[in-house]
């Protein structure tokens, strides 16, 4: 896969990164749909896809990894571009883990024309839960960014649960 990489300046932050080329994403109805379905826990999917990849851009930055720069944000942000609440019991939602990177870029190739590279990056960002890796670094950043965001945002939840339980014990 052919592209321009280079290293992300560290003078510049990953939220100045994701406006300046995300300006049609943020502003789309895609979003709000995003912003009103949650991911994991008490997090939203945009909350979620802002995290991953903010996440993204700083590991890039920190490491001096020669990206695509435009890609990694694009790819990144859209990556649970699916649009739905998976939580809601549906056929349709069926074997979500699965399906919905391919739903997701789907969507995004329809709303927003995303390049081969990004829709690599999207098809491919839930191995091994799926069976092909990543075939780019673009690829495996977002593949690295999201675990370890979806590891924080389920641990956060799981431990708001045990709070809750723990306060409604003391006050029964
Ligand atoms: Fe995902
Ligand atoms: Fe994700």
Redesign the pocket.
Known sequence: MKSTRRPISRQVTATQLIERHCADILSSPGMDVERRCI?HGTTSIFA??WA?TIRAIEFAQDHQIPVNERSLVRGTLL??YFLYDWHVPDPSHRLHGYRHPGFACKNAVRDFGISPLEQSMVRH?MWPLTPTPPTCREGWILCLA?KQV?TRETAAGFARKLRLRQEDRANA
Do not use: I
């Open positions: 991911q979620h896809s991953v990556h649970d960002h999201d979806a």
